[in-house]
């Protein structure tokens, strides 16, 4: 991977070249699956805009396009944050993929929803009532959730939000059409791992009703100049918290109300 060790800003451009180098070395881990052991300290994003647009550059850089976007928030008052979701990595269930892609990951059970509606870019924002108004369906998903540093978890924040906020890949249930009466805040669910349940407590999105984060991704999107467009998936937190998968199996997510949710892992898991 050509990751240099020293760059001048001074006379590379300053934060754009920073951008630049940051995002390489995010896309060079993704497409080696090879984990970042050490990055200099110049490089470190200096705040959440330097992150989004690593964000985006690190997905220009590696060819992907926009197929999703992930949100949440730690509570129901807390300010939203997300990344878009590469649409090379977003599977149909039930999807099949390769541990060694991913490890080491853990896996989260969420509901996403579908726009019927394309937002198109703009300097004003969207109201929140419009944003609901244009909800056509929704599914439930099952985030891969990983990194490309080595140290993860134990990894700085903005590093974590410019590296997709840890995205590995998504994989989204059957759509079914959008019910306003839907219990969002803790649904009735179960998780399986190779048959064996391992979630047990209440589940709870920690941002409350999960539907508010759409209006954030929205007018994240548009206001730096890109159409939502019609159909992108949004996922918005996990009912479950994290749990970490260390073998090869298959995951199966039921949300009462939606088709399940199903992935296995092939390989050997770290």
Known sequence: MNRPETIDF?????????TAARAQWLADARAAHAPIVRVPDELAPASAEDAFDTQHETLRRLRYGIGGWKVGAK??????????????????????????????????????????????????PYAAQDVTA??????????VVTSRFAAWPDV???????????????????????????????PSLRFAYNGVSVFGSQPKNPAGDPRRLLTWVVNHSTGRGIALEAGTVITTGSFIGMWTAREPGIAVGEIEGLPPVQVQFDGAAR
Not at 135 to 140: D, G, Q, R
Not at 157 to 168: S, T
């Open 10 to 18: 001074a006379a590379s451009g300053g934060s754009p070249a920073r």
């Open 156 to 186: 700085d924040r903005l590093w974590q939000l410019a590296d997709l906020q840890n995205h590995g890949a998504l994989i989204a249930g059957a759509p079914v059409p959008y019910r306003d009466d839907f219990p969002f805040t803790a």
């Open 75 to 124: 509570s129901p008052d807390a300010p939203a944050q997300g990344a878009p979701l590469p649409d090379a990595l977003l599977y149909a269930s039930p999807a099949r993929l390769h541990s060694e892609a991913h490890a080491p990951f853990a896996l989260e059970l969420e509901i996403a929803f579908r726009l019927g509606r394309t937002f198109e870019a703009s300097r004003t």
């Open 134 to 143: 244009a909800i056509e369906s929704m599914c439930a998903t099952i985030e």
